[in-house]
């Protein structure tokens, strides 16, 4: 009974060992096979990835290559572009330098057309007109080589904005010319150191300009001087006009003035004529009535006799005075006045005037042109009232206050300077040398009560 037993152990446990190697070789073919499968699924996705990736590559190289291509496009349409811009701002200088001396040759024109005076005491017409002639011609020559130590490359290569050293500078004098010419058009005789500084201003400006172009360029100094001396003979040719006109006006103003004493005299004249036909009248009847009467009567009435007489005398005088008045052009007063709030102290005006009443003329000169009435220091009569006015000017000429237009009759001098040369001269009048001001001192009162207040 034992055996059998053992033999069946046996067999159940060949079994067991059986089925255990039966489930480990399968289990061990799961995983050979989960193992296949993972490696086969791996290297797909790698062949995948691989492929995804080349494409991808493929797809950038096009990208690069197509944007490479676009990029060449633009800078060979770039190069274009800046030969077209050369080609178009090579044809616009030409054209621009020939505008340019049109307008030079315009601008000088009408320069020239201004009209001149007729002074030859001054600045004669034609000797402006040759001046101006020689000036210009020599400019328009040195204008050719108005920038020296010019290389002539090109320096800048920007797109539109290609503009060569050579050409800048070639500008520069036309421009040059032509700020000068439109300067002579507008300067007067006022503002004319305001048109040089302008002009000097325009010269260091382009100087400098074309220094930052190219460090060696510099303007010609004929060129220069040319240019101003171009202004300048324009500025002495305003000067004399405004100086021909200021002796016109002068002359104008003459000429009213005498006919005003000429009108003035002759009406005095007339008025002392009539109260000396009056007088003489009054005289012839009171002289029949004394002799109709008592010697008695006529001792009374001898007093008026003389009163009338004299009256007669005074108007026969006034009437003389008149008619030599009108007829000599040369009487007149010279007066000395001032005008404190007007000029400040220590300025005296010394003029002349031929008016019966010299107050009047006083008068007009402070109605209107300044704010404060003139005060009289000394109204002088003369039979050579010009003369002595002209001997005034003269020994004081050196106190003047405008020493450029000698028709200003204003001087830095004291009254008592004034007095001192009419003694030397032998000339007795009455001098005040205190001035009132009254407008003026009365003025600066209310001011100081404004402020105080």
């Known amino acids: 009974m034992e055996l059998p037993k053992f033999f069946l152990f046996s067999i159940l446990l060949f079994a067991g060992a059986s089925a255990g190697l039966y489930f480990l070789y399968k289990r061990r073919a799961d995983i050979l096979e989960e193992a296949t499968r993972k490696a086969e699924a791996i290297t797909g996705n790698a062949d995948k990835s691989r492929e995804e990736i080349v494409a991808a590559a493929k797809a950038r190289h096009t990208e690069l290559v197509d944007e490479a291509t676009q990029k060449v496009e633009a800078i060979e349409s770039r190069v274009e572009r800046l030969k077209n811009a050369e080609s178009d701002l090579q044809s616009r200088l030409k054209e621009v330098r020939a505008r340019l001396e049109t307008m030079t040759d315009i601008a000088g024109e009408q320069a020239a057309s201004i009209e001149l005076i007729r002074d030859s005491d001054l600045l004669s017409s034609q000797e402006y007109q040759k001046d101006r002639k020689q000036i210009r011609t020599r400019l328009k020559k040195a204008a050719q080589d108005a920038v020296k130590n010019v290389r002539g490359y090109k320096a800048d290569v920007n797109i539109g904005?290609?503009?060569?050293?050579?050409?800048?500078?070639?500008?520069?004098?036309?421009l040059l010319m032509i700020t000068t010419e439109m300067l002579c058009a507008k300067t007067t005789a006022n503002n004319g150191h305001a048109s040089l500084d302008k002009l000097h201003d325009s010269i260091r400006a382009t100087g400098a300009?074309?220094?930052a172009v190219d460090a060696r360029a510099e303007l010609d100094r004929e060129f220069t001087e040319l240019l101003d001396k171009r202004l300048k003979i324009e500025i002495d040719y305003q000067r004399a006009r405004q100086l021909a006109r200021e002796k016109q006006k002068e002359i104008r103003e003459q000429e009213r003035e005498e006919r005003r004493a000429r009108k003035e005299a002759e009406q005095a004249q007339k008025q002392a004529e009539i109260e000396e036909e009056i007088k003489r009248n009054a005289i012839a009847e009171l002289e029949q009535?004394?002799?109709l009467e008592s010697e008695e009567e006529r001792a009374k009435h001898r007093e008026e006799l003389e009163r009338l007489q004299q009256e007669l005398a005074e108007a026969h005088e006034r009437?003389?005075?008149?008619?030599s008045r009108a007829q000599d052009t040369r009487q007149g007063h010279v007066y000395v006045i001032s005008n404190i709030g007007s000029f400040g102290e220590g300025v005296l005006k010394i003029g002349m005037t031929r008016r019966l009443d010299p107050l009047d003329r006083v008068k007009e000169l402070g109605d209107a042109s300044v704010p404060f009435s003139f005060d009289i220091h000394a109204l002088i009569e003369s039979d050579d009232a010009p003369s002595l006015e002209s001997d005034l000017h003269r020994v004081l000429n050196d106190r003047r206050v405008n020493k450029v237009n000698l028709r200003k009759e204003y001087f830095r001098v004291s009254i008592e300077e004034i007095?001192?040369?009419?003694?030397?001269?032998?000339?007795?009048?009455l001098v005040n040398s205190v001035p009132s001001a009254d407008e003026y001192y009365e003025t600066l009162k209310i001011e100081k009560s404004l402020i105080e207040n």
């Open 161 to 174: 904005q290609y503009v060569g050293v050579s050409a800048k500078s070639d500008m520069a004098g036309a």
């Open 209 to 211: 300009l074309l220094k």
């Open 289 to 291: 009535r004394l002799a």
């Open 319 to 323: 009437s003389e005075r008149a008619r």
């Open 419 to 429: 007095e001192q040369r009419l003694a030397d001269s032998g000339i007795e009048a």
